[in-house]
């Protein structure tokens, strides 16, 4: 199949490596922990001062050890990287440089491969010892300290704002050095309202991960059809399985899809995969900014997710991941950012979606003006949600990702929207209402409903129901756990704290919140 003109996407696929096709060992275990290649240098330093070996790591050298062909550590950083992970250096993706030439990794004992030290019949065929080697064999301090550049890199502002520019791909060295989450969305708002003082984006990584090889038609659109069906799957286990257990799959998911992009020539297959590459992302941006409170590595995601989407013209998914992105600015106090990927979403909606999604879209925009304290405005939103799930329906069919919204989620968003006008008893009603009509498996949405209701039985006097509800919602939270519920919980209970109940009604609920952190990821 010819390769077509590289996308925007594409190219920025090639300036973050990341895919499948690196050094994944290493980083799944990066991602077991949340942690961005920011983190994993920061934990290295830590933990190489904790085992009195104090070195340190540059977000571009963690890059370079998840790429497709990954230097083997300097010995020293060996040793705190086992330290770190608590595994061998092997099972990170790394092979001592004798083994790659003998073939011996295999028949050698760990505890003398340790710090990549071969037998003696082996050395004579390696460079001076304490020399790093690259892909190729040749020597270079590829483990070394890291240079004043790359310590700039890292530490100055205005260079942590053009990582971020870039920042599209869990795997770059950009996502590596995202700023703080009120910082993180001047960067969203950029590419939503272009400006010129716009940092540019970072230069290509040297470290492109290979395309998949070039297939015919047939074969593509099988591969398409096929990673819509995992997508599908992860959508549907979105609901029961733990987020925690969920993010490392999704996360690998994108970066295949965008591995396939790389090799996809059809037009016609490109925009099919590319929209299902969006929802993906998208999935993995919610698991960690709602589930995980993770909003660095969401960040990176959305990014994803938009890209793709508007690489397959599909306008209800760029909609969709617009108005995800805006809660990111709300939840950070950023009302101007809020608003201009508000109004974004809505352009691209404009006539292209259904009536369930205009609705949602309207719960959303009210949840996020009451976030921004316009209690005023979220009540103007949810009726105009009201009206467009209520009217007459559009010949536009609800797309098969929109299952996070329905009748009883519009009550919670209502519920939530009264409760920012200090209107306790309506607020009630309708939260109820989503309690008597949420799906079985809505567990996280019933947890966030439990404690917004805790919140207005509290506001009208009734503390003790107030305690039960809270709760409540921790029990929800100890099965099935929920950053954002968690958040909500905690809001509540400081509100209740504030409104004076005895001490025999607020030590349950502190003795159930105390033991939910067992269950944090």
Known sequence: MPQTSPSRL?????????APSGNNALRQLRLRRFWTQADLAAAFESRSRQIGRPLSLSVRQVRRWESADPPLPLPAYQAVLEALFEVPIEEMGFQPEWARRTGMSEAVPYSARRYGEPPASARSRLHEPGVGYDAAGHGGATGSARSPQADQERQDPVKRRQFMAGAVALGSGALGSLPQPAAAVTSVRARVQPSADTPPSVPESPDKPPAVPSMSDADAAGLVNGYAVITSQHRALYWSVPAAAMFAPVAAHSDLGLGLLRSTGS????????????????????????????PRLADGFFSVALDAARESADRPLTSAVLTHMAFVPAYAGQARQARDLMAEAHRQAGGAVGATQLSWMCAVESEVEAKLGDGRAANEMIARSEGALGGARSSEPDPE???????????????FSRLSTGRCADAATALEHTLRTLPA??????????????????????????????????DQLRKHWYATGVDRVDAVRRRLAAAGPPARVLAPVDEARHALEAARP
């Not at 809505?442 to 809270?470: C, F, H, P, W, Y």
């Open 441 to 474: 498996g809505a567990s996280k949405q019933r947890s966030i409903t439990l404690a917004d209701l805790a919140r207005a039985r509290a506001g009208q006097g009734e503390l003790e129901e107030s305690a039960l509800l809270l709760g409540g919602a921790i």
């Open 267 to 294: 037009p016609a297959l490109r925009m099919r995969l590319a929209a299902t590459v969006a929802e993906t992302a998208l999935l993995a941006a919610r698991l960690a900014f709602f589930d995980l409170q993770q």
């Open 401 to 415: 990702w929109l299952d996070f919204y329905d009748a009883s989620r519009l009550t919670g968003f209502k519920g």
């Open 10 to 18: 594409d190219r920025t696929h090639d300036r973050h490596a990341g």
